[in-house]
């Protein structure tokens, strides 16, 4: 049973005193499996450099590859209510706040202006760790203050749409 004990001397540390490599430094691509640094992966606009695979991103790497440098949010400040009292198998101001903490996401969609490629623009983008990119009313006024901003400023809006829908409608289809 001596594979069982260390015998060599240089091998002394306790597992708990080992130090492990901080989260975030690797990704797995989803469809190859191969590992991916990083900031490898930020640097490719997080397609895979194995397989050419498009890895899902949120919001902010959107404007993070989209803008030049900074960005001014429009609306950050607005959370969703529950005006219909709506409840599946959780009541919604729970899963808002349970949403809220995990992803530090107030809504679907972020909106922002500032410049890409040196010209003005707003950009809205969808967010899907966001209850699968549900659209309450906050998204609705997002789109609208961006909306208004662009008529005021005379710039572009794009909006990056991203929530469950298409897929869920796909299934549907699928079954028809």
């Avoid at 809220?100 to 490629?117: H, P, S």
């Avoid at 997002?142 to 005021?152: G, T, W």
Wanted: with cysteine; aromatic share 8%.
């Amino acid at each position: 049973m001596s594979w069982f004990k260390r015998v060599k001397d240089n091998i002394r540390t306790r597992t708990e005193d080992k130090n492990n490599t901080p989260d975030g430094l690797w990704t797995k691509c989803p469809n190859c499996k191969k590992a991916l640094q990083s900031k490898q992966l930020k640097k490719n606009s997080y397609v895979c450099n194995h397989c050419d695979h498009h890895l899902r991103i949120g919001s902010m790497e959107y404007f993070d590859i989209l803008f030049d440098n900074e960005f001014v949010e429009i609306g950050d400040k607005l959370i969703s209510d529950d005006p219909l009292a709506f409840e599946d198998t959780k009541k919604y101001p729970d899963r808002l706040m349970a949403t809220i903490e995990k992803t530090g996401l107030k809504d679907a969609i972020r909106a922002a202006y500032g410049f890409m490629n040196g010209k003005d623009i707003v950009i809205c983008a969808m967010d899907f760790r966001f209850i699968g990119g549900s659209m309450g009313s906050v998204v609705g006024a997002k789109i609208c203050m961006a909306i208004d901003h662009c008529l005021e400023h005379q710039v572009p809006l794009l909006i990056i749409s991203k929530s469950g829908g298409a897929r869920m409608m796909e299934g549907a289809l699928s079954l028809m």
